[in-house]
């Protein structure tokens, strides 16, 4: 009886102690548009700048947010890939970014500036891409293993929404508490 | 009286009283008023979660309460207050809980309190387990309509800083403090500077002063407890004092239970009892009981910490030596006790000279005996004494009576030893055991010849034992005996004695083969691996939880 109880406290003890090993990073989910969790309230607060709050579509096949951090410097998350690798591509979301030597390309949201930068093709491929907007900017980066198709990063940058923040207190407002996030 | 009131009197016959059903024992288990409060701190705010959780109703009423409290001081911002709480935020606040982390872990560790050092990094560990799992189900955002000032990171409720400066705090008072003024003090001054912190966070609009109230709650309530069930203040006192940490403290209320004790099951009026003789015990508290009408009684007081020591004994001495001889622990305090009361009682049938037992006296059940015995009045150590050949003859005898009887005592050392009016007397039969090896008994032969030769010289102790003992029982004795063999106690005197006496034994003994004392087995090797594997665990997991817990910067 007293060893079976030392066993089970001893297993509850250590699974804390496994749960207690995950950093803030590994326990949020990604800001997704679609899901009810309460990550992507704490994403707008991370740039209150901001008047466009970035969210990510379902992931393609093979991809995954790996860690999340969300905090008063901004949003990050890193994606590990089936074929691209561990740590293969990151998105933030701060409120000033520097383009270095990127070149406005066209882009696919309104009241957002594009820039891409290419540092390499083959046989890895390596890119950044910029959403420059009023009050913040997302970056994402990509750092494929070699011999990972770079079409792999029109995939998965294809998951990223905006919506106004406007939009999301009206809707914080309605459902919660008259105040902005 | 009713019938139920019957059962509940206490059965009184001759000088002794049965405990009735229902009664608490002497020096009850409890958790005390502290702990428990912190505890319904900790289950309020649980129940919180909980309906949080399911509803939304709940968390906009207390909401609202928080940006109530909050408006009026972040509306009244002042520069010099924004610095300083900045400062707080950025650095004081992270920077406090690794200072106080570290230097209990380096503190606990330098003072020996291994105990208190694992409880305290699984009371981080735990608490931290807490935040990272309520945190995302609760999903409390950052304070609203509020402009945010300083860092933050992840959700707001229980501030995750906070539960782990907290639980730092408590812990470091519970493995560093003595109980007491000082611990009070402590507390006083943690308090001040928690609240410090939690109204920086609520300053500077990055926390609501109830992610700080359930952060405390959850600070406090888990070491607290992890404390109070692991290493319970009474057990595992925190004390600067120089002696061994074995020893209890026998004032207060656990001495007032030993007195009643006392009285109420062997009958003994007490009207004082002393620690006595603790620098030669390391296993228990000695005590030295005085009884109104009648000589004083002899009182080792047996608690979990001795039980742990035992078994801690046992396994280091499996892993260096193997199965040499009986290293099965025992499974609990009463067992430990009642083992020795046993032993006690077969080695006085069987003619050994040793103190006649009294009887077993529960203090706290399955936690806390004493094993009383009759008591020594004016004896002396045989070091302290002049070492006749009668007293040389009484010593061997003692140890052939042993053997007869098919025992071993292995603790033979002089406090062990005691001398009463030139009468010789073996006592301490904890570590005795029945049917031991011969290894074991060879062992003890050579430690008592040891013992009597640090006040004679080898020639006159190997001379007697020849009386007693063939020269190739000796020269076996002595073929067994090495460091590690000896009691440390008498391995120091040994060593102290300088006249190199088991090299002296040996060389009038006829030559004999050392007997090997490394036993492997497949159990040996096994457990060598399992508690490789466990500490290696342990050490991962350690390092691995330190960034989580604020151990790391």
Redo the contacts between chains.
């Keep these: 009886m ?1 060893s079976r109880s030392t066993l089970t406290l001893a297993l509850v ?2 699974a ?9 990073s590994e ?3 990604a800001p997704t548009c679609t899901t009810s ?3 992507p ?2 994403s707008v ?1 991370s740039v ?1 700048s901001a008047e466009l709050i970035m969210c990510l579509d379902p992931l393609p096949a093979g991809w995954e947010a790996a860690t999340v ?4 410097e901004g949003t990050f998350v890193t994606f590990d890939s089936d074929r691209a690798g561990r740590s293969a591509a990151k998105v933030r979301f701060e409120a000033s970014c520097d383009i270095g030597d990127a070149t406005q390309t066209p882009t696919e949201f309104d009241d957002v500036r594009r820039f891409e930068w290419i540092l390499e093709v083959a046989p890895r491929f390596r890119a950044k891409r910029y959403y420059v907007f009023e009050g913040g900017c997302v970056t994402w980066e990509f750092d494929f293993d070699a011999d990972a198709p770079a079409g792999m990063a029109v995939e998965l940058g294809n998951t990223l929404r905006f919506f106004s923040r406007d939009d999301i207190n009206a809707q ?1 407002r309605d ?3 008259e ?3 | 009286m009713t019938p139920a009131d019957t059962t509940r009197t206490r059965s009184v016959h001759g000088t002794r009283v049965r405990r009735p059903s229902g009664e608490p024992p002497p020096l009850p288990k409890e958790l005390n008023r502290v702990a428990v409060f912190w505890l319904g701190a900790f289950v309020a705010w649980a129940i919180i979660w909980l309906w949080v959780f399911l509803s ?1 109703a709940p ?2 009423w207390i ?2 309460r928080d ?1 109530e409290m909050m408006r009026p001081i972040v509306d009244r911002r002042v520069d010099w207050l924004t610095s300083l709480t900045e400062q707080t935020n950025a650095h004081v606040l992270t920077g406090t809980t690794f200072i106080v982390g570290w230097v209990t872990i380096l503190g606990g560790l330098a003072t020996k309190r291994i105990r208190h050092v694992v409880l305290f990094f ?1 009371a ?7 935040v ?2 309520i ?2 189900e609760i ?4 304070p ?2 509020i ?2 000032l ?6 707001a409720q229980p501030s ?1 800083p906070l539960t782990l400066l907290t639980v730092a705090v408590v812990g470091a008072g519970q493995t560093l403090a003595p109980s007491g003024v000082i611990r009070r003090r402590w507390y006083v001054l943690a308090g001040v500077f928690i609240a410090w912190c939690s109204f920086a966070q609520v300053y500077l609009g ?1 926390e609501h002063p109830t992610d700080g109230d359930a952060a405390v709650s959850v600070g406090v309530a888990v070491p607290l407890i992890l404390f109070r069930l692991g290493a319970p203040e009474r057990v595992f006192p925190v004390a600067y004092r120089t002696g061994k940490t074995a020893h209890l403290d026998v004032t207060g209320e656990r001495g007032v239970a030993i007195v009643g004790a006392l009285q109420d099951q062997l009958g003994l009026e007490v009207t004082g009892l002393e620690p006595v003789g603790l620098a030669g015990s390391a296993g228990s508290t000695p005590l030295r009981v005085h009884v109104a009408d009648g000589p004083d009684v002899f009182a080792k007081l047996y608690a979990r910490n001795h039980l742990r020591s035992d078994r801690s004994y046992k396994l280091v001495r499996t892993l260096m030596y193997g199965q040499l001889e009986d290293e099965h622990r025992f ?2 305090v009463r067992r430990l006790v009642q083992h020795e009361d046993h032993m006690l009682r077969v080695m006085r049938d069987g003619g050994i000279d040793t103190l006649a037992p009294m009887g077993v006296v529960e203090i706290t059940p399955d936690r806390e005996y004493l094993l009383v015995t009759e008591f020594l009045t004016g004896a002396v150590e045989i070091s302290d004494v002049d070492v006749t050949d009668d007293l040389i003859d009484q010593g061997l005898r003692n140890v052939r009576a042993l053997w007869d009887a098919g025992l071993a005592h292995r603790d033979i050392k002089p406090a062990n030893v005691m001398v009463l009016d030139g009468r010789l007397r073996l006592i301490d039969a904890g570590f005795g055991e029945v049917r031991p090896s011969p290894w074991r008994q060879a062992v003890d032969l050579a430690n008592m010849m040891l013992v009597l030769a640090l006040r004679a010289t080898p020639e006159r102790v190997y001379e007697r034992a020849a009386t007693w003992f063939s020269e190739d029982e000796i020269a076996e004795a002595f073929a067994a005996s090495r460091g590690v063999t000896l009691p440390s106690a008498l391995r120091a005197d040994v060593r102290r004695d300088g006249r190199r006496l088991l090299e002296r034994f040996r060389a009038l003994a006829p030559p004999h083969e050392p007997v090997a004392i490394q036993r492997w087995s497949f159990r040996r090797i096994a457990l060598s691996l399992w508690v490789g594997l466990v500490v290696a665990f342990l050490a991962l ?1 350690f390092l ?2 330190l ?3 604020g151990l790391w910067p």
């Design positions: 007293r003890a250590s804390m102690l496994t749960v207690s090993a995950c950093s803030v326990t949020l989910d969790s309460s990550t309230l704490i607060q209150p951090d969300i905090g008063h914080f459902s919660f508490i105040e902005d996030l | 939304d968390a906009i909401t609202e940006l699984a981080l560990a735990l608490s931290s387990g807490i990272t799992g945190a995302p999903g409390r955002p950052r609203i309509g402009e945010r300083g860092e933050w990171e992840g959700f995750r990055v499974s609990s997991l691995g939880n960034p989580a817990i």
